[in-house]
């Protein structure tokens, strides 16, 4: 894939993620690092279970990059209100 790909499907997982975990922040540029890592992250974990990561740009790379960017938004809530108590 290439960066515009990736670019592309970080923002469109990190917006689905946020939706899903209710998080309002980080903001636009956010979201798109937050679904890149999530594509790593999401390639990482399907990999781990034996299926593929992300090879092209697909309905299918959005729901990798989605898991993954859900998971981290998550593992980040429960380590940002452990902060805040």
Known sequence: MSWVS??????????????VTGQDRPGCLGTVVVGILGGLLGG???KAAGDEGINDFSFRSLLVAFVGA??????????GSRDRS
């Open 6 to 19: 990736w670019i592309i499907v970080g923002f469109l997982s990190g917006i689905a993620a946020k939706a």
């Open 44 to 46: 990482a974990i399907f």
């Open 70 to 79: 859900t998971v981290l938004l998550f593992v980040w809530s429960v380590v």
